[in-house]
Each structure stands twice: as C-alpha cells, then as structure tokens.
C-alpha cells in the first residue's frame, strides 16, 4: 500500500467526497448577488482616483519582458504586437542573432535574439514563447522573448543611466534602468545598427 | 500283640486242637456216660415194657367196667368203660409214638384199631343192653366182644415182645455204635491233629513267603510314592510361585491395557476434535480463498477504476491545457489590448484598465491551470501509486490465496494423518481391550490352576499320608513276619509339609 498507514475513516472520505461534489456542482456558476459584488468591488478598484503625478513629468509606456533571466522594456511607440512563437523556420547563413522567421498573416518577419545580440549569459534551451513584433528604422522585425509581464509606465527621471561596465552594442542600445530594475532598450538605435543588416549572399 | 504270623498260626491251631481234644474228651465221656443211661433207659424200658400191662389192663379193666355195666346198668361203668378205653388208647398212642421201628409202629396201630373195634362192639352190646336186650347183648359180647378182645390181647402181646426183641437188639447195635464212634473219634483227632500241625506249617510258610514279597514291593512302592510326593510337592510349590508370577504379570499387563485403551480412547477422541477443527480450518481456508479471490476481484476492479480515472484526469489535463492555451491567447490578447490602449494614449486609458483586467484575469487563469496541472499531477502520481498499491494487494492476494490453498493442503493431509491415527488408536483400543479379555481370560485360568494346584496339594498331602500309613503297614508287617534289621524297608518319615498357598 502507499505510504499512508493511517487507516482511512470511510466515512469521513464519503463526507468529503460529497463535500467536492457539491462545491464542483455549485462552482460552475455563481449566484447572481455573487456575481454583482464581485463587479461592485472590481468597479470600487477601478474607481480610484488616478495617480497625482505631475502631468509636466514625462512617462514612457513600456512593454516589459523577460528575456535570459533580466527583465527588458521596450517603448511602446515601437511595439506593434505580441504574437506566440510558432513555426520559427531559421535561415542558414545568418548570423547567430537572427533566430529565423516566421510567418506573420502573409509576411515573412525576421525575429531577432537579443541575447546573441547582447552576448548574454543563458542557455539555449531557454523557451521563447513570444514574438514582439516591433518597427524601429523603418525596419519590422521580431524579438523573441520569453514571458511578456506587461505594460508599465515609468517616468523618465526615475530611470537611472546604464552602468559603466556595459560596452559596445549594449552600452548602445540601453536607455536606462528603471526602478523595477527594468533595462529599457532603445529600438531607434538598435535598427541603425549595422550589423544587424544582413546582406550577406551565399555563394 | 507282635507274635508272628508262624506263632500265631500255631497258637491258632493250638487252641483248636485242644478244643479238638477237649471236645473229643467231652464227646467221648458224653457217649460213654449216654451210652450208659441210654442202656440205663433201654432195660429200664424193657423192664417196664416187659411191666407194661397199660394197654392190656386198660383194655382188661374196661371190659369189666363194661361188663359191670351190663350188669348192674349203672352208669358210673359206662363211664369207667370209656375211661379205661380212653387209657387204653392213650397208652396204645405213647407205645406206638415211642416205637423205635415201624415194624411196632404198625403193631400198636392195630393194636389202636383193635381198641376201636372193641368200643364199636361195645357201643353195640351197650345200646342192646340199653334197649333191654339182654339176650342180644351177651351174644354180641360172646360173638364178637371177647374174640375181639382176645385178638387184641394177643395182638398186644405180640407187640410188646416184638417191642422187646427190638429193644434188646436197639441196646446191642448201639453199644457196638458207641464203641465205633469212640474208636472213630480218636481216630479223627489223631488225624486232625496231624493234618493241622501240616497245614499249620504249610500256610506259615506260604503266608511269609507272600507277606515278605509283598512287603518288599510294598516299601519300595511307598519310598516311590514318598520320593514322588516331596517331587510333586516341590513341583505343585514351583506351580505355585510360577502361576502366582503370572498372575501378577497378567494383572500388569491387563492395567497396562486398560491404560494404553484410556490413552488410544483419549487419542481417538483427541483426533476427532482434531478432524473437526481441521474440518473448521479447511473451511475457513476455503473461505479466505474466496475471499482472496474476491478481494483480488475487487483489487483488479479498482484498478480499473483508478485507469478509468486517471484517464479522466488526462481529459481534465487534456482541457486545461486547452484552457492554458486559452489563457494564454487572452494574455496576449491583452498585451495586444495593453499596446493599442497605450497606441490610443489618453482615449485609450479605460481600454488600458480593461486590458489590464483582462491580462490579471488571464493572469489568474493561467495560475489557476497551473494549480490544477500540479493537482493532476499529485492526482497523476497517487493513481499510478494506487495502481502500484492494487497490483501489489492483486500479488499479495494471489500469495495470500496460494497460501491459504497450501495451508488448506497441508490441513487436508494433517486431516489424513489424523484420521489414519485415530484409526490406528481405534485398533489399538480394540487390541487393547482383546488384551484384556485375554487377561482376563488368563487370570481364570491361573485360578483354575491355582484351584487345580490346591486340589493337587490335597491329594499329594492324601497321599504322602498314605504313604506315611503304608509304610507304618510295612514295619507292621516286618515285625510280623520277623524280618531283622534294616532289610530294604525304608524307614521314611513324611518329608517336609510342602506349604502351598491356597
């Protein structure tokens, strides 16, 4: 037998048997004063004043996503969509940040891994479950991330500037962190980049 | 008195010589002095013989009377006649009755017819007379009385010298009789005197010679009997001790019978119970083998179930990653929602709030899959422990089923053994109880014996009497024929009482 040696009380198992059958039965729909009070109370928390920020303070809307374990936003203003990774075909003879693409309602999308890109620590085998789509430079292209977090509105000076010890592509692209220890990419940048455009012809 | 056979022969036949001789002695003088008076008696007899007037004068003396009677007619003479006659014929009687010869006897019988005939005519000439003839009366006397008379006279006289011729000639022969018989007499004794000292000798001799024969083979057979006696008694005493042993040893062996019948009634009885619990065992085991069954039955139907539910639980898993999915899709719809909210700027601030809404619900959505996965899981992990559980309780039931069928075959086969044991007890009892019939049976018999013994004892003790007594007989009889010394007369006294337990 399994590792339960107390003896079962049947007739308790039958009480709460009868128990999780009725809270299943009752579960699958709520009353109707229920359902009213859980509007009223979401109405209550939706009711609260908005915040007295300075309307003068400059906030940015931010796309937060999980990316190699650190956490990445990206504007807004450059964030078209979030799909789910699906059927990533990768091309040969692209460098190792270019994933590969998909197809997106008929058009044929790069998507890009940052952390090749930004030579981050992480392993391969890490999942990326979603495409944000995003246009920057004219270009419309897909970043792989992991998990998206959400949306998020930070004001502009509480952001701190990127630590000296990034160099390079990073140091580049980096806006800043933010006070949730957010690294804010900077899109416009990363699009002028020129190693990111891959013209290379296979002979 | 211890004369011997020879003394007491001769003694015998002493005394009766001189009975012999005393009796000759008495014989001879009793002759002599007989002859003598008979002698005597004869001249006497001749002389009053010779004297004898009786019957003459009676008849003489009744004629007168009659005659006085014819006379006188006086009565008184007729009497005197019949008186006289009566005399006569009396006196004619004692004559003829004490006449030696019959020669006389005959005589006197005339003599007695001539009297009748003398009172027929008498008789006659009385009742002529009577009649008054008178004249008749003296005829008849002359006529016939008196010739009558006178043959009887004469016949009477006749008789009485014959008588006395006779006498003297009695007298002479039997003087010459006594004188014989004197001389035969002595002459007997003589013989009788050798012939007895002869066969006085001839029979002491022949009796000792018998008597010595007899008494060497009677010791002899007493010593026998003596020697087989204290033989027998020491037997009937070994008898004795032997059936005593063995009766003992038969009350043993009965008690030890009787015991070992207890012990195999005990085992029957022990191996009854037994048959019955092993009867109640094998039931039982039958019942825990259908119970095994069934609970195997039931373990794999349970089994079955759990399948069935984990099953179940793969379509719930199955439906919660569609909801995951769906969750997911609302969580990017959301993002979506969030970006174009955020695209809209300040129109778009509600929209954002109901994006964000909808992102928190999918949020919760995906927590709550995530929960329920973890559920199923945990639901996942039990059903295959409980399918481990039930295959393990299939197996031990299936071990426990053999098990109890090997218990039931080793109580089948206890059950054999002890139903093959209380047979075997059962005979036991029966041979026990044969045992002790047979013991019983023996223990008559050794009271028979011991009856038999006894019977034994007694007639052994009879018999050394017996012998005891024969051989008292012999030493009698060796004194009697003078036997000296030890001879070959054993002199045995009985030997020890032989004690015999009765």
Redesign the interface.
């Known amino acids: 037998?399994?590792d339960r040696t107390r003896i079962p009380d049947w007739q308790e198992v039958h009480i709460r048997l009868e128990q999780a059958r009725r809270s299943m039965e009752s579960s699958g729909g709520r009353s109707s004063e229920e359902v009213a009070r859980i509007l009223r109370e979401?109405a209550k928390a939706?009711a609260r004043p908005p915040e007295e920020a300075a309307p003068a303070t400059e906030m940015i809307?931010l796309?937060v996503f999980l990316l190699a374990g650190e956490r990445f936003g990206l504007e807004?203003?450059h964030?078209?969509?979030?799909?789910?990774l699906r059927e990533l075909i990768p091309v040969p003879c692209t460098p190792a940040f270019v994933c590969g693409v998909i197809n997106y309602r008929g058009r044929i999308l790069t998507v890009l891994d940052l952390r090749r890109l930004l030579n981050l620590p992480g392993t391969n085998a890490t999942e990326h479950n979603?495409v944000i789509l995003a246009a920057a430079g004219g270009m419309t292209f897909g970043i792989a991330a992991e998990t998206?977090d959400?949306?998020l509105s930070v004001q502009t000076r509480k952001m701190a500037p990127p630590p000296e010890a990034l160099t390079g592509l990073r140091l580049a692209i980096t806006r800043g962190i933010t006070e949730e220890l957010i690294t804010v990419l900077d899109l416009d940048t990363m699009a002028r980049t020129p190693e990111i455009l891959v013209n290379d012809e296979v002979g | 008195m211890n004369w011997t056979v020879s003394q007491r022969m001769m003694a015998g036949y002493g005394v009766v010589f001189v009975l012999l001789v005393l009796v000759t002695g008495i014989s001879v003088y009793a002759l002599t002095s007989t002859s003598k008076a008979f002698n005597y008696t004869l001249g006497q007899q001749a002389i009053i013989m010779k004297n004898q007037p009786a019957p003459k004068g009676g008849v003489a003396f009744a004629t007168i009377e009659l005659l006085r009677y014819l006379n006188t007619q006086d009565r008184k003479h007729l009497k005197e006649w019949d008186r006289w006659l009566a005399w006569t014929r009396e006196g004619a009687t004692e004559a003829r009755d004490t006449s030696p010869n019959a020669e006389g006897r005959r005589g006197w019988d005339e003599a007695l017819r001539g009297v009748n005939q003398l009172e027929a005519v008498g008789k006659d000439m009385i009742a002529a007379a009577a009649a008054g003839r008178t004249a008749e009366a003296q005829k008849i006397n002359t006529e016939r009385f008196q010739p009558t008379y006178e043959q009887m006279f004469n016949t009477i006289d006749r008789v009485l010298t014959d008588d006395k011729e006779r006498m003297a000639e009695i007298i002479r022969a039997s003087q010459a009789r006594v004188s014989q018989a004197f001389w035969a007499m002595l002459l007997t004794a003589a013989i009788a005197l050798a012939f007895g000292i002869t066969t006085a000798l001839l029979l002491t001799r022949s009796i000792n010679g018998s008597l010595r024969q007899t008494i060497s083979a009677l010791a002899s057979a007493s010593s026998e009997i003596v020697a087989a006696t204290t033989q027998q008694a020491a037997g009937t005493a070994e008898e004795a001790t032997a059936v005593q042993q063995t009766t003992t040893t038969a009350d043993e062996v009965k008690q030890t019978a009787q015991v070992s019948a207890q012990k195999a009634r005990a085992v029957a009885e022990a191996a009854q119970k037994a048959a019955q619990v092993s009867q109640d065992g094998r039931r039982a085991v039958g019942e825990s083998v259908k119970g095994s069954q069934e609970a195997k039955t039931r373990m794999e139907a349970l089994a079955e179930r759990i399948l069935a539910l984990s099953e179940q639980a793969q379509a719930i898993s199955e439906i919660i990653a569609t909801v995951n999915d769906l969750a997911e899709q609302s969580n990017l719809l959301a993002v979506n929602a969030a970006i174009e909210a955020a695209k809209a700027g300040e129109a778009g601030k509600g929209f954002a709030v109901v994006a964000a809404e909808v992102k928190s619900l999918a949020e919760q959505s995906k927590q709550a899959t995530a929960r329920i996965r973890g559920i199923l899981n945990e639901i996942h992990g039990a059903t295959q422990a409980a399918v481990m559980a039930a295959e393990q309780g299939v197996k031990v039931s299936e071990t426990g089923e053999t098990l109890a069928r090997q218990a039931g075959e080793s109580i089948r086969m206890l059950a054999e053994s002890l139903t093959e044991s209380a047979q075997a007890a059962q005979q036991i009892l029966a041979s026990a109880q044969q045992q002790v019939v047979g013991m019983d049976q023996m223990t008559l018999a050794m009271q028979n014996i011991k009856q038999a013994s006894a019977q034994n004892m007694a007639a052994t003790r009879q018999v050394e009497e017996s012998a005891h007594n024969l051989n008292e007989l012999a030493q009698r009889l060796t004194t009697l024929v003078a036997i000296s010394g030890n001879g070959h007369i054993v002199r045995s006294r009985p030997s020890g009482r032989v004690h015999t337990t009765a």
Request: charged letters at 15%; aromatic letters at 0%; proline letters at 6%.
């Open positions: 037998m399994s979401r939706l809307a796309l807004m203003t964030v078209q969509e979030v799909l789910p979603r998206i959400g949306t």
